[in-house]
């Protein structure tokens, strides 16, 4: 066996054990035995005697919530891999950009204001939320006059990003504020720093399959995406349709961003510490950058819930809040590597 499949074996594998651990590890801890029995008990019908309140603590609450955490994870991580190679910025990634925000605000939309008159989904109008901020950001990044852009046109969109999701988030406040009563203003502020604890076997299949696909997207455009780390002229030199592939790949990621959001609430810097992490260890060709992030997205997500389940006991934190605790000093780091 090659050592390529031995990594990636071992990869799946220490995925497979921190699941086990998010299932086990909580506000109250359970074997690991535990799990593996009701596992055992409801994919194969195995019978293993298990005390009632442990199974429906593994099954239907933390098992779900540890595979949303993975699929969201890995879909953040993707998001990140793929906004940094179109814009060939290192700290684009769908918090800073806006979109989480913007998807934030559809989905509030939705779900508080009654947008769309029911005739949409909370994952719809994150969808929307999350393409509109991304056409602002990109059409307030170009309205910069091209004499404040010289110095760094990176610089100039992160600041764009940041301004539409100030902007955004102010309009979900508002939103909030003017529609939500106390109990409803409640749940959603916490929803909106990043929140798991609403994650049921119906957000299983929405988060996985969108995930799924959006890595299967990115796999497919892999060579595009290095030739855009060079830009969209040389990408269009070495044949690549510029307009369609960067559209599929902007789609892919508001259609992740969307659904993602619409389940668990706006993670930030998820996208932008996985993709510097993996590059450092696997190097910037996509063919193995992307399937890297979405492992290492996934076990970072999973293994961030447990730290918010157990790091102030008899609290859940927003998993956002252990996410911002990494993601921030990471972003430092970045910033004064760029700078030197």
Not at 122 to 128: C, D, E, R, T, Y
Not at 177 to 186: G, L, T
């Amino acid at each position: 066996m090659s050592r390529k499949a031995l990594l990636w074996g071992a990869g799946l594998i220490v995925l497979a054990l921190t699941l086990l651990a998010g299932a086990a590890i909580g506000e109250t801890r359970l074997p690991l035995a535990s799990v593996a029995r009701v596992l055992a008990n409801h994919l194969w019908q195995a019978g293993y005697p298990v005390d009632r309140i442990d199974a429906g603590i593994i099954w239907s609450y933390r098992l779900p919530r540890a595979i949303v955490a993975a699929s969201c994870g890995a879909g953040l991580a993707l998001t990140g891999v793929v906004l940094q190679a179109l814009l060939r910025n290192p700290l684009a990634d769908p918090y800073l950009m806006g979109l989480s925000a913007g998807a934030s605000t559809g989905a509030v939309l939705v779900s508080i204001a009654g947008f769309g008159a029911g005739a949409l989904s909370m994952s719809a109008g994150a969808l929307i939320g999350a393409l509109a901020a991304f056409a602002a950001v990109v059409a307030l990044a170009h309205a910069i006059p091209g004499t404040a852009r010289g110095t760094s046109g990176a610089a100039a969109i992160i600041l764009a990003g940041i301004a539409g999701s100030q902007m955004f988030n102010a309009l979900t406040a508002f939103i909030i504020a003017r529609s939500a009563n106390a109990e409803q203003a409640r749940g959603i502020m916490f929803w909106l720093m990043g929140n798991l604890s609403g994650v049921r076997w119906e957000d299983v299949l929405p988060a996985v399959v969108v995930t799924c696909l959006g890595a299967l997207v990115c796999l497919w455009h892999r060579h595009a995406l290095d030739a855009f780390t060079f830009g969209a002229e040389s990408a269009a030199s070495l044949g690549v349709n510029v307009p369609k592939t960067r559209g599929i790949l902007i789609t892919a990621t508001a259609v992740m961003i969307g659904v993602l959001v619409s389940k668990v609430g706006a993670i930030g810097f998820v996208g932008l510490v996985v993709p510097h992490a993996m590059r450092f260890l696997v190097g910037t060709r996509h063919q193995r950058l992307v399937p890297a992030s979405a492992l290492a997205g996934a076990v970072f997500l999973v293994l961030a819930d447990i730290v918010s389940r157990i790091i102030v006991p008899g609290q859940v934190l927003p998993i956002g809040v252990v996410t911002a605790l990494i993601g921030a000093p990471a972003f430092a780091l970045i910033l004064m590597r760029g700078a030197r």
